[in-house]
């Protein structure tokens, strides 16, 4: 794995996210009270930026259309017919926040089933 430092804890407040570019990758970081989620940031529907999302329990709803997404998998929760987001390995040391930017992947299915 390769950790990235992305920002302090304190900069993503609880049940918020925040978008960060880098390169061509944009992710966005949610605090789901105290724990950090990545996901990708663009919404597989049409684009719209998750982390204006709101968050409820473990999911983000896309501020453009309302579609669910489960921040720990990246699947959607109601609309079986989206895509999937990539996931991104996230961690907290020191008080700042680490993501794996080479490890992103969507979830596949068939770990849900394991
Ligand atoms: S752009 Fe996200 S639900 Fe349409």
């Given at each position: 794995m390769t950790w990235t430092k992305i920002t302090r804890v304190e900069n993503i407040p609880p049940r918020e996210g925040r978008p960060v570019r880098i390169g061509e990758l944009e992710i966005a970081i949610f605090n789901v009270n105290g724990r950090f989620l990545t996901i990708e940031?663009?919404?597989?529907?049409?684009?719209?930026?998750?982390?204006?999302g709101i968050v409820t329990g473990t999911a983000v709803v896309c501020p453009l259309h309302g579609r669910h997404f489960d921040?720990?998998?990246?699947?959607?929760v109601r609309a079986a017919e989206a895509k999937c987001l990539a996931v991104f390995p996230t961690r907290v040391e020191d008080g700042v926040v680490l993501v794996d930017?080479?490890?992103g992947r969507a979830f596949n299915e068939s770990e849900a089933a394991a």
């Open positions: 940031n663009a919404c597989p529907h049409r684009g719209g930026p998750l982390c204006d921040l720990e998998t990246g699947m959607p930017l080479t490890a």
